[in-house]
């Protein structure tokens, strides 16, 4: 049974620190205790809070007794991710915030892997945080850049902010033109457009906009080999020419309606042969 290993575990880490209190692996230990404390799950609640400040002080004793060690500056990272994974969601994001008002002793990496964290758990705002401190941080290495500004540009996507994420998708495309992200990156930016379509009153730029939306389809259809992928690009070709025909009858524009529902016909009448020719 998994908690009465983890119970075993502690008792020999406790008796490891009243008999070496000053080996020099006591940092591990005591990371490993407070990670073992937070991940001792039990129904019972008064067990489970006196686990969490047992926690609290394994990972305090590390920042207090060795704060230039590398578990001290992982610690706040370890507690915060299992709080959210064992469903403590408010009390690991609490811990993960910490990380920022105490950015120097991180380093990007770090700082970008809590913004991850944080953005799983819908944090966008903290998230957004994190991704900035991790860029500023990392020296312009493009390990820890090119992921931030994507994800960034993912958090305008979820927050609705879709013309500033066309912006922000725009700029990484044309500074990242072979990146490994250049796929997900057109796609983001595909529905960025599109959704830009919706709250753009002028007709014209409707049109650019959806244009925009269809090409980066396009272009990422370059990049896919599998008929898989392909017939997915197609399927999301036909739902921009929809999406089109009912924003442009919600503006009265019969012409437009016209056009674009014998563009949606005709792109799906290909499809469809297309795969019965594949079959």
């Known amino acids: 049974k ?63 007794e ?22 403590f969601r408010q009390e690991g994001i609490e811990v993960l915030k910490m990380m920022f008002s105490d950015s120097g002793k991180y380093s990007a990496s770090q700082m970008y892997h809590a913004a991850e964290e944080l953005f799983k758990s819908e944090e966008y705002e903290l998230a957004r945080q994190g991704y900035e401190l991790a860029i500023s941080m990392s020296d312009k290495d493009q390990a820890i850049t090119v992921p931030s500004q994507l994800s960034l540009a993912r958090i305008m996507l979820m927050q609705k902010k879709f013309t500033d994420a066309l912006s922000a998708l725009e700029k990484f495309i044309s500074e990242n033109p072979s990146s490994y992200y250049i796929i997900e990156a057109n796609d983001m930016l595909a529905q960025a457009a599109t959704m830009a379509a919706f709250e ?12 925009r939306s269809f090409n980066s389809l396009v272009l990422l259809e370059k990049y896919l080999t599998s008929d ?22 919600s503006y009265n524009n019969q012409d437009l309606v ?22």
Do not use: C
């Open 2 to 64: 998994l908690s009465d290993y983890k119970k075993g575990a502690i008792q020999g880490y406790e008796e490891f620190l009243k008999k070496f209190p000053d080996a020099k692996g006591i940092p591990t230990v005591l990371m490993q205790l407070g990670t073992l404390y937070s991940t001792l799950k039990t129904d019972d609640p008064a067990e489970q809070a006196a686990n969490m400040k047992k926690a609290d002080e394994m990972f305090s004793r590390l920042n207090t």
């Open 66 to 87: 060795h704060p230039e060690s590398e578990e001290a500056k992982n610690a706040y990272f370890m507690r915060g991710r299992t709080l959210i994974e064992l469903g």
């Open 200 to 211: 753009e009153p002028d007709r014209e730029n409707r049109v650019k906009l959806f244009n």
């Open 228 to 249: 898989k992928d392909k017939a997915e690009i197609s399927i999301k070709k036909g739902k921009i020419l929809e999406t089109k025909i009912d924003v442009e009858r």
């Open 258 to 279: 016209d056009q674009y529902l014998a563009e949606a016909t005709l792109h799906y009448q290909r499809f469809t042969a297309s795969a019965n020719d594949q079959d």
